[in-house]
């Protein structure tokens, strides 16, 4: 039975701060964020935006009532959860308007959430033919103010429907995958922001992949002229050049030219949006769906976590995999959004919102937001 990616949706806020002036009003060479971290626009969320509204945004732009009576699994994944107790999934169960007998919950490891997600939906749907699982990548990526990280920020989800017969990419069920204890990045319960050994975390990440790369071809016996493309996990559109580099003189000219060329595809809507964590190897993918992508295209896909939780696995692109994407409407989110200045965004950037708050629906300009802060619990609605 195949089973894999059968929808693919996104969501973006509607804001978004121009790298440029970033790099302006940090007194930076502006190249060094556009070419030498590689990206042109940053992702800014609403203070009534979080990983529920966010993950409901992107579900909501997919999922049929029919796809609503076959799931039997929810899984989010995401590293900006806003409770400790209650799982993101849980409250997008109204917002979703979900039937109640679904298996849903939340799974956190860093950047690699949605991809231990996707991985469990493929065995849900293997064990039960007919059903459907809903994986949602949702994140809120925050270093602060003035921080080296700050360039690398972003916000965003990405939700996918896995089941049989799949029209967009199969799973193939080959997969390498490690885990290693390591401070590279981490975000304490108390912190907003997240701290990060920027060159330490640089080093890990390559290091991750390289080990999986040798790992996956003796386990599978392949070699990259096995693949025409190779999607990573994209903090910032920069990393996964780092890691596909490590490949240059190692394989043949062509192979290398034919794997940056279609990197180049696979990193273009990150290069608008920044870092969505959990969302961002999905991101890729979609960038290249839309961007690059040809029928029957063995992908191989580094997924990398800090923390840190790395595995490579590889798929194939369905016959007809454009029909499944609604393209328009992605590059419509993404074109449609206006820019915000850098000092608006620093104000928002403090707005904090606390027990007691209640959010006027005449100030929001997106479907799922935060109502209320009740009792400290966060009630969400949709503007109908
Ligand atoms: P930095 O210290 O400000 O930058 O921090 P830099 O000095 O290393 O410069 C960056 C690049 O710009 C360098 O190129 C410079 O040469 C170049 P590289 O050596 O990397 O190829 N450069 C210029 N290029 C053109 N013109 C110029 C110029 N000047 C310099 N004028 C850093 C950069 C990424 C470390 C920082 O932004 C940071 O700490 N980011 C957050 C951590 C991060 O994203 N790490 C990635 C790996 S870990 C990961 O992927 C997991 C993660 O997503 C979290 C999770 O799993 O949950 C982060």
Redesign the pocket.
């Given at each position: 039975m195949d089973i894999g990616i059968d929808k693919i949706g996104f969501y973006v806020p509607q804001n978004y701060i121009d790298i440029v002036e970033l790099a302006k009003a940090r007194d930076v060479?502006p190249?060094?964020f556009t070419?030498?971290?590689g990206q042109d626009k940053q992702a800014v969320p609403k203070p009534y935006q979080d990983a529920v509204t966010m993950a409901a945004s992107s579900a909501d732009s997919i999922l049929t009532a029919e796809d609503k009576k076959d799931l039997g699994l929810l899984i989010v994944g995401t590293?900006s959860s806003i409770d400790e107790s209650k799982s993101t999934a849980a409250f997008l169960m109204d917002l979703l308007e979900l039937p109640e007998d679904i298996r849903a919950f939340e799974i956190k490891q860093?950047?690699?959430g949605a991809t231990a997600g996707l991985q469990s939906a493929f065995d849900f749907v293997s064990l039960n033919p007919g059903k459907k699982a809903l994986v949602i990548a949702t994140d809120i990526?925050r270093?602060g103010i003035k921080t080296?990280?700050e360039?690398?920020q972003g916000a965003g989800s990405v939700a996918m429907v896995i089941s049989e017969n799949p029209r967009i990419l199969k799973l193939e069920h080959k997969s390498v995958y490690m885990t290693r204890n390591i401070g590279?990045?981490w975000r304490p319960t108390f912190s907003k922001t997240?701290f990060?050994r920027?060159?330490f975390?640089?080093q890990?990440?390559v290091d991750f992949f390289q080990t999986l790369w040798q790992k996956y071809q003796a386990k599978f016996d392949v070699t990259a002229n096995d693949f025409s493309t190779m999607l990573f996990?994209i903090?910032?559109t920069?990393?996964g050049t780092?890691a596909l580099r490590t490949l240059e003189g190692k394989v043949s000219d062509e192979k290398y030219a034919e794997l940056t060329d279609h990197y180049q595809a696979s990193i273009k809507f990150s290069r608008e949006v920044g870092?969505l964590?959990t969302g961002?190897l999905y991101l890729g993918l979609l960038s290249y769906l839309v961007n690059g992508a040809r029928p029957n295209e063995e992908l191989l896909l580094f997924s990398?976590?800090?923390?840190a939780v790395g595995e490579l696995y590889s798929g194939q692109i369905q016959p007809g995999f454009d029909k499944a994407i609604n393209k328009d409407k992605i590059l419509n989110l993404l074109d449609n959004r206006q820019k915000m200045s850098i000092a608006d965004y620093e104000k928002m950037y403090q707005v904090e919102y606390q027990n007691g708050t209640i959010v006027d629906p005449k100030t929001v300009q997106e479907k799922f937001y935060l109502s209320e802060i009740k009792e400290n619990e966060r009630l969400y609605k949709k503007l109908n």
């Open positions: 060479d190249d060094k070419i030498g971290i590293e860093a950047c690699f990526a270093y080296p990280g360039v690398t590279d990045f997240a990060a920027g060159k975390s640089n890990v990440y996990h903090p910032y920069k990393m780092k870092n964590y961002s990398y976590g800090s923390g």
